[in-house]
């Protein structure tokens, strides 16, 4: 029981004074509130709920929910809730989508959430953000361009699998940063498959939230 503990919240410093945040139920812990005891559970209220979504790379799955699951308040409850959820077509290798704010908002945190019975339940993505305001700003890099090179900053990776093939669960992962993460009005998360073994290693996102610095 104390290894599965350690297991299931960690907390690492990312690049840049980034605090990157991961807590996971298991089994009987996995709850319809995505109740968490590191990272706070979804709220409906946050910025990222009045966004605009938009797909950059890849397909949706069509047995999935469209990008708006991602924001709208609504939880699954069980597991397996593949309307409730967001995840790239089956088979594929993920992709990108890009989330604007509307206005240049001074970020203090962004939590993802995700919920599934086996591998599509770890959450493997790099997230980054900008003003809009590089010269060269691109809003919608493709697969061939590295965003770095046009007008983006990379936030940081994140890789809540523990080992190979690891499995099922609720996942949050928080980040954040003193005293704050920055001025951005967009987010790009660029999203990898958790595994390549079959076609199921696409991650069931169940909800992002954008948390505004007060």
Same mark, same amino acid.
């Given at each position: 029981m104390?290894?599965?503990? +350690?297991l299931?919240?960690?907390t #690492?410093?990312a690049?840049?004074?980034? /605090?990157?945040t991961?807590?996971r139920? @298991?089994?009987? *812990?996995?709850?319809? %509130? ?6 706070r559970?979804?709220i ?6 009045k +966004?605009?979504?938009i797909?950059?790379?890849? *397909?949706?799955?069509?047995?999935g ?5 991602? @924001? ?5 409850? =069980? %597991?397996?809730?593949r &309307? ?6 089956? $088979?594929s290798?993920g992709?990108?989508f ?8 001074d970020i203090?945190?962004?939590?993802? !959430?995700?919920?599934h019975?086996s591998?599509s339940?770890?959450q493997v993505?790099?997230? !980054?953000a900008s003003?809009g305001a ?16 046009c ?7 994140v890789? /809540? ?5 690891? $499995?099922? $669960?609720?996942y949050a992962?928080s980040? %954040? +940063?003193?005293?704050?993460?920055? &001025?951005?009005?967009? #987010? ?5 498959a /958790?595994?390549t ?9 169940? *909800?992002?939230d954008? @948390? +505004? =610095?007060?």
């Amino acid at each position: 029981m104390i290894t599965i503990v +350690a297991l299931c919240g960690l907390t #690492l410093t990312a690049q840049a004074q980034i /605090t990157v945040t991961v807590d996971r139920n @298991i089994g009987n *812990e996995a709850n319809k %509130e995505f109740k968490f005891k590191m990272v706070r559970s979804p709220i409906k209220d946050d910025v990222g709920s009045k +966004a605009q979504l938009i797909l950059l790379i890849g *397909e949706a799955d069509p047995a999935g929910g469209d990008l708006s699951a991602l @924001i709208d308040g609504v939880l699954p409850t =069980k %597991e397996d809730d593949r &309307k409730a959820n967001f995840f790239f077509a089956a $088979g594929s290798s993920g992709g990108r989508f890009r989330m604007d704010l509307g206005s240049v908002i001074d970020i203090k945190q962004i939590n993802t !959430y995700s919920w599934h019975s086996s591998t599509s339940a770890p959450q493997v993505y790099m997230v !980054y953000a900008s003003d809009g305001a590089a010269p060269n700003f691109c809003s919608g890099p493709r697969v061939d361009t590295n965003p770095m090179d046009c007008g983006w900053r990379l936030l940081t990776s994140v890789d /809540t699998r523990r080992k190979r093939g690891d $499995g099922g $669960g609720q996942y949050a992962v928080s980040l %954040e +940063a003193r005293p704050s993460l920055g &001025k951005y009005r967009y #987010l790009l998360f660029d999203v990898s498959a /958790t595994e390549t073994d079959d076609d199921l290693g696409n991650t069931f996102f169940s *909800e992002i939230d954008v @948390i +505004a =610095k007060k």
